[in-house]
């Protein structure tokens, strides 16, 4: 556990105590009492959540006892579309604006509730057409529009286990999830824009298809409406015209899964995240709720991409079940310069902001001179996720962009938890810094290897100790790699993060414990890279490293073994990056590339990145008993 000497990590010792922002309408103003409360009632908790939503048929039991293989609302029926939607237009929202999408060019487009529960039903009752059955997957390939959020809501709408694909991927990423997930449909779109450019998506995704015979049906965002479709292919707005009748929403079990997700792990294949129908709906309803002290006629924005985790929970179904107005954004943040964001904040009054610590980075290196042209009084909570928020950064965060009168919550959480587990509650007291503390009903902790408390502000694993509702089932198609969530530290979920906890609870997150990097917040797999790298001809080995990085928080060097007879050059570094880029995605690339002999390896030929990290870094090496050359 030496990486706590690495120069990337946080200096925790600075904290700065800002006073608690209660009033305004607080949902509570006794964090303590009511999570030492919740300790003692955690079923009560969940179950009083659930009430709150539309269920078809009661849950016989909320909880199954279980902490690995733990199932919720057992014996309820309901339908996650059918809460983000239907259930809010009987509340009288038909009327009211859903989604907010506006784009780089500052077009925009509202959908209101009613106006989404259309599109929605009939595109469910186009696929149902395409021969979409409860259980099928359908894999989504689109832009952070409005359409790709209908595509999903459509799928939980006829039971259809959705799984979104990141459109910033590329190819052979692309065909790894189709191939992992067996989609019936796939949904595209032809494009989308960043910098000003279209991102061409159809020829990937049709590429993709190809060699994959179970994929019957490429369904088709035109968004130009000036493309040649296949006979397997069908327009996304055609299939929702020929389609008047707004499918009713199926009746679905709890445990019946929702969708699958692609995230990175310590091999170079990804691992497919299954989450299921009640206790997702109700985790992430809940958080939505509590964590960003929404009111009914908030107007919201995540700035993640559907494609991650973020923009599921966050973007899409939270905000949906709460009955607000969601923005939506399509493109970069600081093109065609870097107030857009800003402008778009002051234009559509937002309330609720929640953003990731590199677009922060990003925007305190272009100068307080961009936000402070825009009208931000609007905010009334800023949200930080993906990575730590470096007490610089928190800084500038809450004094630039809330005015010093909104709340940091900081959110820790995975893909594979659903929803926000550790946060720096809005009406508590924040350390810049610590990710916070834990939301009700879970316990969290620091420990050893073996599981022991450690004491406070010393680093270990962090473990969660207590079972929560939108926690992952299983991995698809891969059970052990969920039985290994279990085996890090025995007996304690470990999401293989190091931590320190201080003496009130406080939790800090210091980075991963294991070989997966956080560039720019999102997660990639150094074998995953390692592999894509292999793909070019000329290279032999190939070890990939994460090295601090300003504001992308990590950056990826490779070192790379060439063949023989191929020679070191700049071109063939362009290369080799250029085909990571058409393997993986320009999240993957990695910004340096050092040609070396040979790379350093344990004795049973396992690459050594923790050597080739501390060399780079210029730190101790540590332990090399285990190295052979
Ligand atoms: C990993 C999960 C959760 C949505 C985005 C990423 C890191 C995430 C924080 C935070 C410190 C964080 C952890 C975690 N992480 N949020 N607020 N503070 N670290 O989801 O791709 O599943 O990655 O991101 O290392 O394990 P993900």
């Not at 604006?97 to 500052?106: L, S």
């Not at 973007?315 to 079940?321: A, C, D, H, K, S």
């Not at 316990?443 to 694993?461: A, C, M, Q, S, T």
């Not at 700049?570 to 320009?586: D, F, N, Q, S, Y």
Request: hydrophobic share 40%; net charge neutral; aromatic share 10%.
């Amino acid at each position: 556990m030496g990486r706590e000497k690495d120069a990337n990590l946080l200096k925790v010792e600075k904290v700065v105590e800002p006073k608690p922002l209660c009033g305004d309408g607080a949902r509570f103003d006794d964090y303590e009492s009511l999570y030492a409360e919740s300790l003692k009632s955690r079923e009560k908790f969940w179950e009083k959540l659930a009430s709150e939503l539309h269920w078809f048929k009661r849950w016989e039991r909320v909880w199954n006892g279980k902490f690995k293989g733990a199932r919720w609302f057992e014996g309820g029926k309901t339908n996650v579309c059918y809460n983000c939607l239907d259930r809010n237009l009987k509340r009288g929202l038909r009327n009211k604006v859903a989604i907010i999408y506006a784009n780089e060019r500052e077009e925009e487009r509202k959908l209101t509730y009613g106006e989404l529960h259309e599109l929605v039903g009939r595109l469910a009752s186009g696929l149902k057409r395409l021969g979409v059955r409860k259980g099928d997957r359908v894999l989504i390939y689109m832009p952070n529009t409005p359409e790709a959020a209908a595509a999903m809501l459509a799928c939980a709408r006829i039971g259809a286990v959705h799984s979104v694909v990141f459109a910033g991927f590329s190819r052979e990423a692309l065909k790894v999830r189709i191939g992992d997930a067996e989609p019936k449909v796939v949904i595209t779109a032809t494009y989308t824009v960043r910098r000003g450019k279209k991102v061409d998506l159809l020829s990937t995704a049709r590429e993709a298809v190809k060699d994959f015979p179970f994929v019957e049906k490429l369904v088709v965002w035109d968004r130009d409406g000036e493309e040649k479709l296949g006979p397997a292919e069908v327009e996304f707005y055609d299939l929702v015209a020929e389609n008047r009748e707004v499918a009713p929403a199926e009746e679905m079990d709890a445990e019946d899964p929702l969708f699958i997700l692609y995230t990175s792990g310590t091999t170079g294949k990804p691992k497919g995240v299954l989450h299921t129908t009640g206790g997702y709906m109700v985790g992430v309803y809940a958080t939505t709720g509590w964590d960003f002290n929404l009111k009914d006629d908030d107007v919201y924005w995540c700035t993640a991409d559907v494609g991650w985790i973020t923009g599921h929970s966050y973007i899409v179904y939270g905000p949906l079940l709460n009955g607000i107005t969601t923005v939506m954004y399509e493109g970069a943040p600081n093109y065609p310069d870097p107030g857009i964001w800003w402008r778009l904040v002051e234009r559509y009054r937002v309330n609720v902001f929640y953003t990731a610590p590199t677009a922060v980075r990003l925007f305190m290196r272009y100068g307080e001179d961009y936000p402070r042209r825009y009208d931000l009084s609007s905010l009334r909570v800023i949200g930080s996720v993906g990575e730590p928020i470096n007490p610089e950064a928190w800084e500038w965060y809450y004094r630039v962009i809330g005015g010093e009168k909104c709340p940091v919550v900081d959110t820790w959480w995975q893909t594979e938890t659903g929803m926000h587990v550790i946060l720096t509650w809005p009406h508590t007291k924040a350390k810049p810094g610590y990710a916070g503390r834990p939301f009700f009903t879970v316990e969290v902790d620091v420990v050893d290897k073996e599981g022991n408390p450690l004491p406070p502000n010393r680093v270990g694993y962090l473990v969660i100790k207590t079972p929560w509702p939108a926690m992952f089932r299983t991995v698809w198609k891969n059970p052990e790699r969920y039985d290994r969530y279990w085996e890090v530290v025995k007996g304690y979920y470990c999401p293989e993060d190091l931590a320190t906890k201080d003496e009130e609870g406080f939790i800090a997150i210091l980075g991963r414990a294991d070989d997966v990097l956080n560039v720019a917040g999102h997660r990639i797999g150094t074998a995953e890279v390692e592999s894509a790298l292999l793909e070019h001809p000329a290279v032999a080995e190939a070890a990939v490293i994460g090295k601090p990085d300003e504001i992308k928080g990590e950056r990826i060097k490779a070192f790379v073994v060439l063949k023989v007879g191929y020679e070191p050059s700049e071109k063939l570094a362009e290369e080799i990056r250029r085909t990571v880029r058409e393997v993986l995605g320009p999240i993957a690339v990695p910004e340096e590339l050092e040609f070396v002999e040979k790379l350093p390896k344990t004795r049973s030929g396992k690459i050594m990145r923790r050597l080739l990290r501390a060399r780079e870094l210029g730190q101790e090496v540590g332990d090399l008993s285990t190295l052979e050359d």
